[in-house]
């Protein structure tokens, strides 16, 4: 059971550019989030979809766009990459209740 | 605003106790503990409710305090498998999709 998975592991990006983080889940969860976590500052919401269909923003969604594909894939992009968005992003699921179910994360680096 | 964990971080030799604070500034709906190992994701320890009981899972155990708005975790008899960051994530009344998470304590378990 793969869980939460996310692509790339690994981003390196210059200012300006735009990429797209995916995110898929396999557990049928109608939530999904986007988090990105920063040192010192702990995990911070930035988008989360409470179900197919709807999105809300977090508390750090300048920046950000999300996509929710459908009810298994939720993506977060970047459309102009900043220094300041250099983190550590996980992705999330969970159904109706807790607990949340992390992927592994992706590190990108905005140089 | 984020919850504020104490201490920050925590050496222990194994088989020694720790407790780990989480304060609120906001009436607290719920209290969620996470642990993350270096490198991996958060995964799910606990959740407390407000009104609910002290909960426990094998050595580790919380307590919630609704009136003074903290929570406490409770590790005894550490083991190895115990070092990571914990974090606590509150939720104040807007359900538990914008959990707010500390900003975590490091735990070293030493042999």
């Known amino acids: 059971n793969a869980g939460v998975t996310q692509t790339p592991k690994f981003q390196v990006l210059k200012t300006g550019q735009s990429m797209t983080l995916q995110c898929a889940q396999d557990?049928?969860?109608?939530?999904m989030y986007w988090y990105r976590q920063d040192p010192g500052m702990g995990l911070r919401l930035i988008y989360y979809s409470a179900s197919e269909g709807t999105t809300d923003k977090g508390e750090v969604p300048n920046g950000y766009n999300v996509s929710r594909l459908n009810k298994r894939e939720f993506s977060l992009r970047l459309e102009s990459a900043a220094p300041s968005q250099t983190s550590v992003y996980f992705c999330a699921s969970s159904a109706a209740f807790p607990p949340l179910h992390f992927g592994n994360g992706t590190r990108l680096t905005v140089t | 605003q984020q919850p504020v964990q104490s201490p920050q971080a925590v050496i222990l030799r194994e088989g020694e106790d720790a407790v780990i604070n989480c304060s609120s500034s906001k009436a607290l709906y719920s209290v969620h503990w996470y642990r993350q190992k270096h490198g991996e994701a958060p995964v799910f320890l606990m959740i407390l409710l407000k009104g609910g009981e002290q909960k426990g899972h094998e050595k580790i155990s919380a307590s919630f305090n609704e009136k003074k708005q903290q929570s406490s975790l409770y590790l005894t008899a550490s083991q190895l498998s115990y070092s990571g960051t914990y974090f606590c994530?509150?939720?104040?009344?807007?359900?538990?999709?914008?959990?707010?998470f500390g900003t975590g304590t490091r735990l070293l378990v030493s042999p």
């Open positions: 994530g509150t939720e104040s009344g807007t359900g538990f999709q914008k959990l707010v």
């Open positions: 557990m049928n969860h109608n939530s």
